[in-house]
Antibody, heavy 117, light 108 residues
């Protein structure tokens, strides 16, 4: 059974850097057919794709947030890490990670991050 | 940047068929995925790779594709189907993922 779990701070102060970790179980991040995305959803708003890391370590980022995002993976720990610099109140959202492979994608339950001083 | 277009809202009576469309230029080349989201819950995958249904998803949920439009069809709509529905795909290169703006389904 494939499971994903997001973890990170509940509250972050404006201008700080947000670091989120996605821990994957039941699937190897070295699998050639996989990729992991980060997605967020501000309260009451739509889903927004942020970043994706492919199995070959190629990365892609949302055009509007590219300058603030970085994604990496540690295959040995089965973790994918997203960092977002210079956060603001508009970055308050539930952040999800999702695994895409040859079959159905798998999502984590999400973690709510509030940006507040 | 690439966009997927969904109607903001769809209304249907119980027992009727609801169809939610999603349009995008790259849909003939890239698979589409459909998610259902109820308040306070994470998105639930309904359809992947245009037409495939994960185990546990009722047969009344189906997906189809025609040209630059994909459609989620809910047959025999039930009150519990009232939710937001999102389509998701990728641009032509498969590098950038994208979500539609979401469709609020109201069961009258």
């Amino acid at each position: 059974q494939v499971t994903l779990k997001e973890s990170g701070p509940v509250v972050v102060k404006p201008t700080e850097t947000l670091t989120l970790t996605c821990t994957v179980s039941g699937f190897s991040l070295s699998n050639a057919t996989m990729g992991v995305s980060w997605i967020r959803q501000p309260p009451g708003k739509a889903l927004e794709w942020l970043a994706h890391i492919f199995s070959n370590d190629v990365k892609s980022y949302s055009t509007s947030l590219k300058s603030r995002l970085s994604v990496s993976k540690d295959t040995s720990k089965s973790q994918v890490v997203l960092t977002m610099t210079n956060v603001d109140s508009v970055d308050t959202a539930t952040y999800y990670c999702a695994l895409f492979g040859q079959g159905a994608p798998h999502w984590g339950q999400g973690t709510l991050v509030t940006v507040s001083s | 940047s690439y966009e997927l277009t969904q109607p903001p809202s769809v209304s249907v009576s119980p027992g009727q068929t609801a169809r939610i469309t999603c349009s995008g230029d790259a849909l003939p080349k890239q698979y589409a995925y459909w998610y259902q989201q109820k308040p306070g819950q994470a998105p639930l995958l309904l359809i992947y790779k245009d037409t495939e249904r994960p185990s546990g998803i009722p047969e009344r949920f189906s997906g189809s594709s025609s040209g630059t439009t994909v459609t989620l069809t809910i047959s025999g709509v039930q009150a519990e189907d009232e939710a937001d529905y999102y389509c998701q795909s990728a641009d032509r290169s498969g590098t950038y993922l994208v979500f539609g703006g979401g469709t609020e389904l109201t069961v009258l």
